[in-house]
């Protein structure tokens, strides 16, 4: 070919260039469209697996935060019991079997209204943890068939010990804040503790377990006074001290729900499943 010499198409002669043309441009959008594609998906992918997810099992219920503390002090409460039981009762590895087996078999069912209620309250004092547990535990030992009538006997006089110290506790304290605010004496306060013992609620306890000491009211006491006492503590214009004692949710033990109970080195057995507790949902 002469290249000065023009070189004209016919459009027969352009059709099959055009086609073949068509086709490259295609092929090179399509490669294109899937290396976009396949870039993008290697960055997602690994930004996936990076994200927090919690893959739960059907039937897996989410606690909030108030419910899975509940839950751990609970648990916390009934390790710190099943040793306290083992110290004064002794018992021996088929005991310690039955007893944490059982337990750990229901203490979910057993304690559900404390999760609930605790859930439920707006603070820590709204529910008492030590005395649920506690009743929880009598009522497991009294129904073992493996515990011994005598050890049985034991563990109540331990819990009725433990109820008399605790009155003593609280009235002294609020014996103690009589005589801060009327100058008792010695028989005086003496006679206080018999008044105030003859009006004792278990909801006192309770009160000063949570911080707050109960009130020893005036007309409790007035009938001890003398004329002076009576004029010095109920001056209107007075204030009144509150006083208040250590309490709260930091202080009780916890034990993780990932943890079997254990008591005399026996732990429960593997069979008991611990069902898996979600997380609460990341907040926003």
Known sequence: M???QAQTFSPLTFKPYSMHLLRTLGICFFCFSNSQTECIAQAVVPAARLAPA???APGVPVQNDRDLAARRWVRGLIQQELHALHSLCKLNPQQAKDLVNTIESQWKSKLASTFRSYTESNQRGGVDFEHRVENAMKAWVQASESITPEQKSTWDEELNSRNILRQKVVIGKMISDAERKYGLTST???????LILERWKEAWWVMYRHGTT?????AWISPI????QRTAGGDPGGLRQEYYTSGGATDLPSKGLNERLEVAGISSDESISIDPIAPAAPKP
């Open 2 to 4: 002469i290249p000065s």
């Open 214 to 218: 109960p009130e020893t009211k005036f």
């Open 225 to 228: 006074l003398s004329e002076s």
């Open 188 to 194: 005086q306060m003496a006679e206080a503790e018999k």
């Open 54 to 56: 919690v893959v739960l």
